[in-house]
């Protein structure tokens, strides 16, 4: 009989014990947190700011035509920020012209000067700020450059962008290649009014001792023979002319055009040189 208890109360304690051994905690889960979405990892290295000069775009075109080029540069605000840009003088930009050869034959600021004053501007989130600048196809000797393939370079001459110091080469363009073309060294910015045989001519010079020659003909005759001209100033500088043209209604031609022959005749040989023609009228 006491082994018959026994062995009942050690069936009870067994029980008791695996029944202790499979019970497990229950955590409350927080109804606002999904436990099975992972959490998105942060790649950014923790004080990472965004450089705003990074986010500036310089760009550079250039328009030639017969005696001059419009050279155009633009800095672009590529960020969703303003940015405050400061230049340390008068100077926005600078450019440099390079021939096939790849040697420098121009540069913009080499014999400029600037007025020392800070300037500052503001560039709006995704606007831009642009300067056109006039070149005449000339060196910094004041030569002409032969006509043929050359590269423009250029940079915005910021020296801080939201006070952060700007490097020489931040903002420099990449190249730009374009051709000059074949012009005149002699005349230029050559502009006729007037009709019915009274005219007058007016343009630039680059001609030795300020003087030169034209003749005025209808394509068969000469309506005006060989005439001498003067220019405010004599070469290497461009200097303005006016020419007064008056011809007596009996000489003016029926059809056909009236044409001016500017030009120089060689010390050498007396050979004509540097010809620009120009249209006076065309009568038909």
Known sequence: MKQKLFLLLLSIMTIFIFSGCG???????NSGEDITKEQPIDDKEPGLVENPIEKLETNVEIEPNESEANIIITLKNTSENSVNIIFPSGQKFDFVI????????????????????????????????????????TTNDGERLPAGEYKISAKVTASQVN???????DLQSSNATFTIPVGNNAFRNVEVSGENGEYIVTGEARVFEASFLYTVEDGHDYIINETAQMASEGAPAWAEFKIEISIPKEKLPENGALIIHLYEKSAKDGSIINSYNALLQ???
Do not use: M
Not at 23 to 29: G, I, R
């Open 98 to 137: 390079t021939n096939e050869a790849g040697h420098e034959v121009y540069s913009y600021s080499i014999d400029k000067s600037f007025v020392q004053v800070l300037e500052e501007i503001e560039l709006k989130a995704g606007t831009e700020e642009s300067w056109v600048e006039k070149w005449d196809y």
């Open 163 to 169: 006070e952060q110091k700007v490097a020489s080469n």
């Open 282 to 284: 065309r009568f038909q």
């Open 23 to 29: 019970a497990k905690e229950v955590k409350p889960v």
